[in-house]
């Protein structure tokens, strides 16, 4: 257990659709990233926030959004789902200055 | 801007040893990182190297040039449990990391 929760593990859902994924940062960590890795592909920084501000931006794209709530979790909305869509997502969180990155387990995405 | 390059694929005989190469370009640099990833799973932290020189942890050492932007991933008497994918990513001045692609390394009996 990595300390980093993210739920769900596995969602299916259709095209047009919206999902939202959710991270738990080890406990201290401020910051937390998002990423996307579609199959055998790179992994994608998709946003990153740190104690609720939006902190960096990667390759979002604008259907993607996501916040970082007061108790620190962070929600990944995906809406008009495609089926491109169909990836891991990862959560990872850290201390301010990187120390301790950690990714949770992620949650496999898979539109039909 | 902003590169990390590492080779796409590589395969080794299990019980040998494995480099796997990777250089960076990066805006500042706070530290050169090596993450395992076995598919399907999440990334696992292998290494962490901030300074010039060779950190070495069991099975694998890491080596960091700064003055080149050149690291190395080092794996040692290699089993069939290390076929996975092996990402390595820089840290730049604002601590943000910059992946590479990854290495597939694949082990033959």
């Known amino acids: 257990d990595s300390g980093v929760t993210q739920t769900p593990k596995h969602l299916i859902t259709a095209t047009g659709q919206r999902v939202t994924l959710r991270c738990s940062p080890r406990?201290?960590?401020?910051?937390v990233y998002w990423y996307q890795q579609s199959l055998d592909q790179g992994l994608q920084f998709l946003i990153q926030?740190?104690?609720?501000?939006?902190?960096a931006k990667g390759n979002i794209l604008e259907r993607f959004s996501a916040q970082q709530f007061p108790d620190l979790h962070s929600e990944l909305n995906l809406s008009s789902l495609e089926l491109g869509d169909s990836a891991l997502y990862f959560c990872?969180?850290?201390?301010?200055?990187?120390?301790?990155?950690?990714f949770g387990s992620g949650t496999r995405l898979t539109v039909v | 801007g902003q590169n990390i390059d590492q080779p796409t694929e590589m395969t080794a005989t299990e019980g040998a040893i494995v480099q796997i190469n990777c250089t960076y370009q990066?805006?500042?640099?706070?530290?050169l990182f090596w993450y395992q990833q076995h598919a399907g799973e999440a990334p696992t932290f292998l290494s962490y190297n901030v300074l010039d020189g060779l950190e070495e942890k069991g099975r694998f050492s890491s080596f960091l040039s700064r003055s080149k932007g050149y690291s190395y991933l080092l794996l040692k008497e290699l089993q069939m449990k290390d076929s996975a994918s092996y990402l390595c990513a820089g840290m730049d001045s604002n601590y943000q990391l910059i992946w590479g692609a990854g290495t597939k390394l694949i082990i033959k009996p």
């Open positions: 926030y740190y104690n609720g501000e939006e902190r």
């Open positions: 406990s201290g960590d401020l910051s």
């Open positions: 990066t805006s500042g640099f706070n530290g």
């Open positions: 990872a969180s850290s201390g301010r200055t990187g120390y301790g990155y950690t």
